[in-house]
């Protein structure tokens, strides 16, 4: 009976404990009922104490909430209030001002028309300021034109007598120096970026030169730099050593629109240029072929001249020489006088026909060439176009310039097959005529022998 009694208040204890909010540790047990009595009494009493400490702090706080809430309504209708206030200022200052531009539209008069003219005209004078290669002798000149232009835009500030006679002054200074060639000592950048202190000459409004070098002017930075390429030829050193008199030198007329023709004809590619644009089969198919078909011409021309000489040679003498082609063929005849006519026009023409192979050497392998060279620069021009057309299906037809390049790159072939067909034609017919010219001796000499034995 204890040990059953034991177990209910073990129980017990054990709820009792799970229910306390952890107000006492695991590990402490009650005794008997007495003690879990008083527990549970004093977690009550502690429970009931906090309760009030928090329902306290509650009140507070939502005491401290309805005052700020006060001071909420009572800060939105200052506001309010502030905000009639400053809207009904607001109308008076826009009538004020209204009146103020009445004013000011009526004292100015004419001047509204005067300040539209100078607007326009110092905004043409600093878009011609900011290319103009005046401006790399004179800078800054665009900034007062900016702050002259936002004075007469403005409705709080007007510009002085003096800033609108520096308007006029730099016009004429633009027009005066755009006609001068005068030097003046500058930075200068080399291709290779280093910069120094150098003595540039400027002709006009059209080119700037150092040391024999074109420069080119950057109007957003201001620097100059030497061109990457220089025209051939340009006399610039000679202007720029000169102390008087006239010198001749090449001049863009494009200067003042920025320089487009001396751009155009750094750009334009030399010969070597040219030649790499051909690609793969202007380098390795036509170039090679054009070297064999010279060399071809060269040795037969050679060859021909010289038999043609000893066939010359061979005509003013009576005895035949076997170390040409006539020779030889005379040689037949000498060696058979008692041989009937037909037997001996045989012989001859068999004589003839063993000389033409070494006469014609060569020449259809030079005719061949003057035949695929064409072939070959329209492969060429076929493959580049392929490569262009490639190109627009990825990135478009937005450049045209982009797609001249390339059409321009792949007619290369076609130039240098035709550089190659014309002289190789031309020589091939000079040299077939050589060649004809002997053959044809040989059979007008065949035929005159057999004539005379013939007619003995």
Partial sequence: MRTVKSAIVGLVTAGLMSMSFGAFAQDDKAASLDELLKMVNQSKIGETKESRSREAQFKKQRAQQAKLLEQAKAEKAAQEKRSEQLEAQAKELEAEIKKARTLREERLGALNELFGHMTSTAGDLRSNIESSLVSAQFPGREEFLSELIDKMNSETKLPTTAELEKLWSLLLQEVIESGKVTSFSASVSDPSGNQNQRTVVRIGNYNLVSDGKYLEFNPKSGNLSELARQPANNNSLALQNATSGFTKVGVDPTGPAGGQLLKALIDTPNLKERWQQGGFVGTYFITPIFVIGLLIAFIRFIALGGIGAK????????????????????????????????SLELKLEEAVLKERPAIESLLPTLKIISMVAPLLGLLGTVTGMIVVFQAITIYGAGDPKAMAGGISSALVTTVMGLIVAIPTVLLHTFLSGKAKRITHILEEQSAGIIARKAEG
């Fill in 311 to 342: 066939v010359s040679k061979q005509l003013k003498s009576k005895k035949a020489n076997p170390n040409n082609p006539l020779g030889r063929v005379l040689k037949v005849a000498e060696d058979n006088p008692g041989i009937d006519t037909e």
